[in-house]
């Protein structure tokens, strides 16, 4: 997932004499705009501390950690909990959503929505724990994303996502889902501690509208 999972620079300790000034400053609505998300076979809703210990297992791999902007390696659980802390209380992107399998409520990895500060562009991520990869998880969960995006926010008219340029997988869903290449560069990688190869895809709002059925994307 791009950009989704950063580590705290301060430590716990200051972090937990500041929770409580925070949370007055972060009341719950501002999550009302991060619905609940349901598709076929996913639940997509907002991190809980129940995730931390399938979080922290699913993201310390080397292959998910490499693969996305801002998530550290090793990961540990101290890691997870930071992440369901802060994405609770609004400090990473706009919507966080864990990714959970329907039939069973199983944490399978993250997504989210992150704004630009032009106000009419967002980014998306995303990431999935190895055991989910190559079954359309990923697929489901980008096409319910954007069909929020598009469906509850007025003011957004395009939307970005970016992947390695040896992501062949990820750049797979981009597609399928309809973004379409716009350029080439470079970002950060934590986990490397370097810059590493990037596309960059967009999709805008009228494409959205005449591929929504999703059934036009082979």
Same mark, same amino acid.
């Given at each position: 997932?791009?950009?989704?999972? *950063?580590?705290?620079? /301060? ?36 991190? %809980?501390?129940?995730? *931390? ?14 693969? &996305? ?46 704004? %630009? ?17 190559? /079954? ?31 992501? &062949? ?50």
């Amino acid at each position: 997932m791009q950009g989704e999972l *950063i580590r705290v620079d /301060q430590s716990r300790s200051s972090r937990e004499d500041q929770r409580s000034s925070k949370e007055r400053l972060r009341p719950e609505r501002l999550r009302t705009d991060c619905p609940v998300l349901l598709s076929e076979r996913l639940v997509m809703r907002a991190p %809980h501390e129940e995730d *931390i210990d399938a979080l922290a297992h699913l993201a310390n791999n080397a292959k998910v950690a490499t693969m &996305v902007s801002r998530m550290p390696h090793p990961y540990t659980a101290n890691d997870a909990a930071d992440f369901v802390w802060r994405s609770r209380n609004g400090e990473i992107g706009k919507c966080v959503y864990a990714i959970t399998k329907a039939e069973n409520g199983a944490f399978m990895g993250c997504c989210g929505v992150e704004p %630009h500060t032009d106000g009419k562009t967002v980014e998306i991520g995303y990431w999935l724990g190895e055991p989910y990869w190559n /079954q359309g998880y990923t697929t489901e969960a980008c096409h319910a994303l954007v069909d929020m995006v598009f469906r509850t926010r007025q003011d957004v008219d395009q939307i970005d996502a970016r992947c390695r340029v040896m992501n &062949v997988a990820s750049r797979r869903v981009i597609q399928k889902c309809g973004f379409q290449f716009q350029g080439s560069g470079l970002a950060a990688s934590l986990a490397l501690g370097s810059n590493v190869p990037v596309e960059w895809y967009r999709l805008d709002r009228k494409t959205w509208m005449s591929l929504r059925s999703w059934g036009n994307i082979a």
